[in-house]
């Protein structure tokens, strides 16, 4: 599976963006996917999950603030980030998995290189 993600950027906060996961050469759809972010000198965190079935979860510590969503015709995964914070300035990463998966990284076997936000 080939991940690429977008959207990242320079907001002030308060701000939105939106990063897209594009999948190839597979239907993203059948995929269980995460988001995760990794910030300078710390590790890498999970914060959002979609499963095959629609049903999304989240990491309490973005809980109302991020959405995770799927286009299908677009073979996409979007995460949806409102209110942003400094503290959410980091790496923003997408990775597909099995059929079930968790936060944990080690969990999910294809990973995009990863899109940058930056919140001021």
């Known amino acids: 599976v080939q991940l690429v993600e977008s959207g990242g950027g320079s907001v002030q906060a308060g701000g939105s963006l939106r990063l897209t996961c594009v999948a190839s050469?597979?239907?993203?759809?059948?995929?269980?996917v995460g988001w995760f972010r990794q910030a300078p000198g710390k590790e890498r965190e999970g914060v959002a999950i979609?499963?095959?079935?629609?049903?999304?979860f989240y990491a309490d510590s973005v809980k109302g603030r991020f959405t995770i969503s799927r286009h299908k015709a677009k073979n996409a995964v979007y995460l949806e980030i409102k209110s942003l914070k400094p503290e959410d300035t980091a790496m923003y990463y997408c990775?597909?998995?099995?059929?079930?998966?968790?936060?944990?990284?080690?969990?999910?076997?294809?990973w995009g290189r990863g899109t940058q936000v930056t919140v001021s």
């Open positions: 050469g597979v239907t993203f759809s059948d995929y269980c």
């Open positions: 990775a597909a998995g099995g059929s079930w998966v968790t936060l944990d990284s080690k969990e999910y076997k294809s």
């Open positions: 979609v499963y095959t079935s629609g049903s999304t």
